[in-house]
């Protein structure tokens, strides 16, 4: 089972005097399980991509189908996908409105007709699988600080037990610290629940650190589709697009230019650190 995208296009104000064509042909696969990064400038269509993944937004032309189904047929049942497709804003507060952060938690898999012991189960495991603390539990979600939000708003789409989790700027405005406990946390709960997570994100080194696939969009075109050395090799035609490599690559370019025998492919501090010392050594 998988989502797949067959051409793909999206244009906005169709019918108005001045369009923008926000996705242009896009094909791809995402198969079960996959970490997943989604790159790009902003502008660049990665966030009209993802919510074509959930139905938010309707192809202007092509196909999505997810575990075999077109989910733009008449008969779709949306409701049924977004449970399964879910989807974390880049601004938590636009997910966050009860009145505190265990009900807020508690919505989903409600309107999904649970029992309220279910409903209740599901959100207490939710919240403990994002590490927010109980004493956060009853708390109004807007006097939380800015991590501890994004780990409700993340919580509020666990508890209906998706299949795929869409990360949007999850990590955006955190410390060091802050990024590394909740793109840890997400990953572990991969591992475990063997769900596929799409990660949008500006920063080259968390992606570079936890995804196993690239996806690079430029001006609504799919331009790189690949394992993490293999995008980044081509550092020089993502800057002209107006992103980056890791920084990691760059000191390997560097190390390299100096006539050290390094592996300037490297992406991650791991890789990088275990290519210099077999080069010194």
Do not use: W
């Not at 997810?66 to 049924?80: L, M, P, R």
């Not at 807020?104 to 649970?114: I, M, R, T, Y």
């Amino acid at each position: 089972m998988s989502i797949v995208l067959e051409h793909v296009s999206h244009v906005y104000g169709q019918d108005a005097a001045m369009t923008v064509k926000a996705l242009d042909d896009v094909s791809l696969t995402i198969p079960d399980g996959q970490f997943i990064g989604l790159i790009g400038h902003t502008g660049s269509g990665k966030s009209t991509l993802v919510q074509h993944l959930n139905g938010l937004l309707k192809a202007t032309s092509g196909h999505i189908y997810f575990n075999g189904q077109d989910i733009d047929d008449a008969d779709y049942n949306k409701k049924e996908l977004r449970s399964k497709v879910g989807l974390v804003f880049q601004y938590p507060e636009h997910q966050l409105f009860e009145e505190d952060v265990f009900k807020d938690v508690c919505f989903g898999p409600k309107n999904l007709g649970l029992s309220k012991k279910e409903t209740e189960l599901r959100a207490y495991a939710a919240l403990k699988q994002v590490g927010l603390p109980d004493e956060c539990f009853y708390q109004s979600p807007f006097d939380l600080s800015g991590g501890q939000k994004r780990r409700a708003a993340i919580a509020g789409v666990l508890a209906m037990k998706p299949e795929v989790l869409i990360l949007d700027e999850p990590t955006a405005g955190l410390d060091p610290r802050g990024r590394q406990e909740i793109l840890g946390q997400i990953e572990k709960l991969r591992r475990e629940s063997k769900m596929t997570v799409i990660l949008v994100s500006h920063s080259m080194e968390d992606v570079a650190e936890y995804v196993e696939r690239i996806l690079v969009m430029n001006k609504g075109k799919l331009v790189y589709d690949g394992a993490p050395r293999e995008v980044f090799s081509h550092y020089r035609d993502l800057e002209e697009m107006g992103l980056a490599a890791p920084q990691v690559t760059y000191i390997m370019h560097r190390l390299k230019e100096k006539g050290m025998d390094v592996d300037v492919d490297a992406t991650t501090i791991p890789e990088a650190a275990e290519s210099i010392l077999r080069a010194l050594s």
